[in-house]
């Protein structure tokens, strides 16, 4: 069985998508889980029409956080499954 891998990141890091990419290939995981509940994504995804229409600062609060696009983006390539918890 493998080792479990915990990674901290900071939330709404404008930097931190390309870090943890990097990361996801350097360990090359197995299964990825990302603490965003099911709940969180589909909201965000069903008002993201709204990300022109509202100030910057409200805005970052409905976009898709870095830690689960990087995961998937990952897993979609390398055929990863990811899981929000």
């Known amino acids: 069985?493998?080792?479990?891998?915990l990674v901290g990141?900071?939330?709404?890091?404008?930097g931190g998508y390309r870090p943890?990419?990097?990361?996801?290939?350097?360990?090359?995981?197995?299964?990825?889980t990302v603490e965003v509940s099911p709940?969180?994504?589909s909201f965000r995804l069903k008002k993201k029409?709204?990300?022109g229409k509202v100030p910057r600062a409200v805005a970052?609060?409905?976009e898709i956080p870095y830690e689960f696009r990087a995961a998937k983006d990952y897993?979609?390539?390398e055929g990863v499954p990811v899981l929000p918890i």
């Open 1 to 5: 069985m493998g080792e479990l891998i």
């Open 9 to 14: 990141t900071v939330h709404r890091d404008p």
């Open 20 to 32: 943890l990419l990097e990361l996801l290939r350097r360990e090359a995981p197995e299964l990825i």
């Open 39 to 41: 709940y969180a994504l």
């Open 49 to 51: 029409e709204l990300l």
């Open 60 to 62: 970052r609060f409905l």
């Open 75 to 77: 897993g979609s390539r």
